[in-house]
């Protein structure tokens, strides 16, 4: 049953866009049929002066009304028209370019819009509104236009400041144009198909302090200033030859296996700058219909990446962002740019777990979530080596950060002051919560039995 009102709604929203009439004019239409009741039906003396002025005014200012709202119909089908012509004979230009913004110190989404040639109606309004990711539809809005220089132009364009539930890729499938008069009693539409695509953008919020230890050297053209541990730290093992250390014997397994194994000792890399960073989107949690989990949670993890790996490019390494998904290819000239798109249309995902994505002789930084299962965690942290920073996000913290309720202001199209307590609420009524909470515990209990572990 809900599936089938679910299909009934899709069907009939975009229909009603094209109703020719607004909501003010049924208003308006229904005040009028009262007011001219309400004159028709009120007690006068008959033939007397009054009764007679009265009448007068009363036809006067229905065909004034008449007149007005004809000429406020024509204007707008006139412009209509014009336009539909010129879409039938693919005259019609359309340009949407996306470009990020700042709204108060944090990423918003502005929108440039061309279309040309349009006529606007006399003195009227051209309303938008897009369709993106198939079946979802923005509010109707007014661009931002700028100043013409001409009296009379067909150009159409201005900006528009997109808000936008969730940090994402998003593709736009079609434009629709609304004609509307200066009363907007009236509204013509005519849909355009586009396509164009663009990313919301994680702003960097306030986290601790990571340091990183590099693993790895890709290449020998430039030295580093500061020697640099590299693999080894006493963590890996290797069988005895005749020319090693007997000082280096671990005797702790040859008790255990009656194996002669010598520890692999640290070495003092002058070219060891390469920081390898895997952050895991894994979840062993069925997170779905849960919209905390799926949007709010997921946002905060993305903001949080983001602030990590601005905060490290700050230390000078060569970081190197390996992904557990596949994401959309985009080229981009900036490295820090690639980096950002790639958390920015990554996902939950339950494909790839640790011990399938965590390369142990190479990470420098492992980044987890409340979504990843403990022992995993466990099994992975028992194998990384000693300089491997492990960093863990606590997703349930993000309810109580007061600086996160920012993010609201710019992730949701229709914001509201309460947004942050009904997600609250709905976290706290969610079955996925106490789940999610032991194993935050249980997480956090393991961890502080490490030295190079994080809690954020």
């Known amino acids: 049953m809900g599936r089938l009102f679910k299909n009934i709604r899709g069907l009939a929203q975009p229909a009603v866009f094209f109703i020719p009439f607004t909501f003010y004019f049924i208003l308006f239409t229904v005040g009028l049929v009262f007011a001219n009741y309400w004159l028709h039906n009120r007690l006068l003396a008959p033939e007397s002066s009054f009764t007679a002025i009265l009448q007068l005014l009363v036809k006067t200012g229905t065909w004034f009304l008449i007149i007005i709202l004809w000429v406020a119909l024509l204007s707008v089908v006139i412009s209509f028209l014009i336009f539909l012509a010129k879409k039938r004979s693919n005259h019609i230009n359309v340009s949407i370019k996306t470009l990020p913004a700042l709204h108060n110190n944090h990423p918003a989404q502005k929108i440039h819009i061309s279309v040309n040639p349009v006529v606007k109606p006399l003195l009227g309004f051209i309303k938008l509104r897009l369709q993106y990711d198939h079946n979802l ?90 020697l640099k541990r590299v693999e080894g730290e006493y963590i890996n093992y290797k069988n005895f030859e005749d020319n090693d250390d007997v000082r280096r014997i671990v005797w702790k397994v040859y008790a255990k296996n009656k194996e002669l194994v010598v520890r692999i000792p640290e070495v003092l890399d002058p070219y060891a700058s390469h920081a390898y960073i895997y952050p895991s989107f894994y979840t062993g949690f069925d997170i779905a219909g849960s919209p905390t989990a799926e949007i709010y949670f997921l946002n905060y993890y993305k903001t949080v990446l983001w602030g990590i790996y601005q905060q490290l490019q700050k230390q000078g390494f060569e970081l190197k962002f390996i992904q557990d998904q596949q994401t959309p290819v985009k080229h981009f000239n900036d490295h820090a740019q690639m980096v950002q798109y790639a958390i920015t249309t990554s996902k939950w995902q339950n494909d790839k777990a640790l011990k399938e994505f965590v390369n142990n002789k190479d990470a420098s930084l492992v980044i987890v979530s409340s979504f990843s299962i403990a022992d995993e965690l466990q099994n992975m942290l028992d194998s990384v080596g000693g300089n491997t920073v492990i960093v863990f996000v606590k997703l349930s913290r993000s309810l109580h950060y007061s600086y996160f309720t920012g993010i609201l202001k710019w992730l949701f199209v229709q914001a509201e002051k309460n947004e942050l307590d009904v997600y609250k609420s709905k976290w706290q009524l969610s079955l996925l919560r106490p789940k999610v909470m032991q194993n935050e515990r249980r997480i956090e209990a393991m961890l502080e039995k490490y030295s190079k572990t994080m809690v954020i």
């Open 137 to 226: 539809y923005s509010d109707k809005f007014l661009l931002a236009e700028a100043k013409q220089q001409q009296l009379f132009s067909t150009s159409f364009s201005g900006d528009y400041e997109w808000k936008l539930p969730e940090i994402k890729e998003y593709h736009v499938q079609k434009l629709i144009v609304y004609f509307e008069d200066f009363f907007q009693f009236f509204s013509f539409t005519v849909s355009l198909p586009v396509q164009d695509r663009f990313h919301t953008h994680p702003f960097a919020p306030p986290v601790k302090n990571v340091q990183l230890t590099p693993r790895k050297t890709e290449d020998t053209a430039t030295r580093i200033e500061e």
